[in-house]
């Protein structure tokens, strides 16, 4: 059964920085490209970054550009999302989510499993 | 960046009748098109991927059409569970990855 659990979440001022994890089980984590999707409170979603299965490409949304960095760490099956700068606006529930297919070059753009998310709040 | 506009905002239906939920992009996506339920307090779960394949365990009740600009998902006999908020999602030019602004459907 594929799980993905995110932790890291928390209240940090604007300016600061948070550390995003989601810890992968349940399938062979390094042939699979997986993504960050946010949810501001009460609002829709909003595609934040994503990786190849490999991590050796990664895409940003262009609000979190030079400010967020994705990775991941095949020897832990675990992906991270480290976020520096960080705003008011970046206040959203945090999604990883798996993509479906088996490709560790690629990234396809579907999200097949979720996890269910990690509260970051930024406020002073 | 491709915009997805999805109609109805809220879509108020009685138990057992169709739903039919709008997605319309700012330019083709070919049929690089998913859709997604969420219900309150749960992650998303997809529905609908490749514009019109269901995913894994989806039932046949729910189903996707469409291709270039236009899709729609219909729920064809609306269950209880089936309430919740759909948000269709293009993957055919990224990034970004864009999702629509979600469509409430609710009970009338």
């Known amino acids: 059964e594929v799980q993905l659990v995110e932790s890291g979440g928390g209240l940090v001022q604007p300016g600061g920085s948070l550390r995003l994890s989601c810890a992968a089980s349940g399938f062979t984590f390094g042939n699979y490209a997986m993504s960050w999707v946010r949810q501001a409170p009460g609002q829709g979603l909003e595609w934040v970054s994503a990786?190849?299965?490999?991590?050796?490409?990664?895409y940003y949304s262009d609000s979190v550009k030079g400010r967020f960095t994705i990775s991941r760490d095949s020897s832990k099956d675990t992906l991270y999302l480290q976020m520096n700068s960080l705003r008011a606006e970046d206040t959203a529930l945090y999604y990883c989510g798996k993509d479906p297919h088996y490709d560790s070059s690629g990234y396809y753009g579907v999200i097949d499993y979720w996890g269910q998310g990690t509260l970051v709040t930024v406020s002073s | 960046e491709i915009v997805m506009t999805q109609s109805p905002a809220t879509l108020s239906v009685s138990p057992g009748e169709r739903a039919t939920l709008s997605c319309r992009a700012s330019q083709s996506v070919s049929s690089n098109l998913a859709w997604y339920q969420q219900k309150p307090g749960q992650a998303p779960r997809l529905l609908i991927y490749g514009a019109s394949t269901r995913a894994t365990g989806i039932p046949a009740r729910f189903s996707g059409s469409g291709s270039g600009a236009e899709f729609t998902l219909t729920i064809s006999s609306l269950q209880s569970e089936d309430f919740a908020v759909y948000y269709c999602?293009?993957?055919?030019?990224?990034?970004?990855?864009?999702f629509g602004q979600g469509t409430k459907v609710e009970i009338k």
């Open positions: 990786i190849s299965g490999s991590g050796g490409y990664t």
């Open positions: 999602q293009q993957y055919n030019n990224w990034p970004p990855v864009t």
